[in-house]
């Protein structure tokens, strides 16, 4: 404890009589609040409540009430004045008038808060639910999201009950179905994007400002050719929303053609003029 404060230990004490509160003392000491609180315990001091420091509040352990104020209370409740009005008329705790008026008479809402609601009610309230004369208030309210259910009425029929695979709109002729080659795994990603610096090759956008790893996108559509000449790195964004967004066969072909132009530029790829890939082994020119 600092000597400042023991030197005006008898001070501290003063103002503590004069009911300032420790939270104020320590403010004028420029101190700890926790300092002072030790002090008053040191020299054997019992430190007040909290609420005898609100004005006009008494605490519930120093309330000792005669049967006039009683009385009082009592007329003051039989005339239609709430609990909570005649606690801060007489400057009580409300929990302290309800207590008494509890133990006195009979309540006009058998002696709970207002807005709840006593046994009988709630045991009448959970009969009427069980026999399902009466519905909660939240009943059909909020609708189930995200279930697999379609929530048609009853006689409807959606508008693709009955097509075949073939006819869907988002059909791609079963390739989402078809698995990835062998080659196809981490650290061959890891190469085709440190290739690319790990930056998209249609966006520009770094792997930085992403929350994942830039996804590998098969030129051709071959899941199968996995080699470094028919993949590119792309955000999620570019992969899905604009490259594999595109249905139409001419549409396909452009991205084909652009992405193979775009390495051709940057690798020196070759490729024919109909899409292939053309590969270099020990000086013997083969198509793939």
């Known amino acids: 404890m600092r000597k400042d404060i023991l030197n005006r230990k008898e001070e501290i004490i003063n103002l503590y009589n004069q009911e300032v509160s420790p939270y104020k003392i320590s403010y004028l000491m420029k101190c700890d609040l926790g300092t002072i609180k030790r002090l008053l315990n040191k020299e054997g001091i019992k430190l007040r409540s909290q609420y005898e420091y609100i004005k006009g509040r008494i605490p519930k352990n120093k309330i000792f009430l005669d049967n006039e104020k009683i009385n009082k209370i009592i007329s003051l409740y039989k005339k239609g004045i709430s609990g909570h009005n005649i606690a801060k008329n007489f400057g009580y705790s409300s929990t302290v008038v309800y207590r008494i008026l509890r133990e006195n008479i009979q309540m006009r809402n058998g002696g709970h808060i207002k807005g709840t609601m006593n046994p009988k009610q709630s045991q009448t309230m ?14 059909r309210r909020f609708i189930q999201t995200n279930t697999g259910r379609t929530h048609f009425k009853k006689g409807f029929k959606p508008w693709n009950v ?3 695979s073939n006819k869907q709109p988002n059909w791609q002729d079963g390739r989402s179905f078809e698995p990835y080659g062998l080659e196809f795994n981490n650290k061959f990603k ?3 994007r440190k290739r690319e610096n790990q930056i998209c090759m249609l966006c520009g956008i770094h792997r930085e ?3 994942r790893a830039l996804d590998i996108h098969h030129i051709d559509g071959d899941k199968k050719m996995s080699i470094p000449q028919n993949c590119i790195s792309l955000c999620i964004k570019c992969h899905l929303g604009i490259v594999h967004a595109n249905k139409n066969k001419e549409e ?7 992405f193979q132009s775009l390495l051709s530029e940057r690798y020196d790829y070759q490729y024919s003029e109909t899409g292939e890939i053309i590969l270099e082994l020990n000086n013997k020119i083969i198509g793939v």
Do not use: H, Q, V
């Not at 009969?127 to 009943?139: G, Q, V």
């Not at 396909?252 to 652009?258: A, C, G, I, S, V």
């Open 162 to 164: 009955g097509l075949s």
């Open 126 to 139: 959970k009969r009427l639910y069980k026999e399902e004369k009466i519905e909660p208030w939240n009943k």
């Open 190 to 192: 890891r190469a085709i």
């Open 209 to 211: 400002r992403l929350n």
């Open 252 to 258: 396909k072909e452009n991205w084909t053609k652009f």
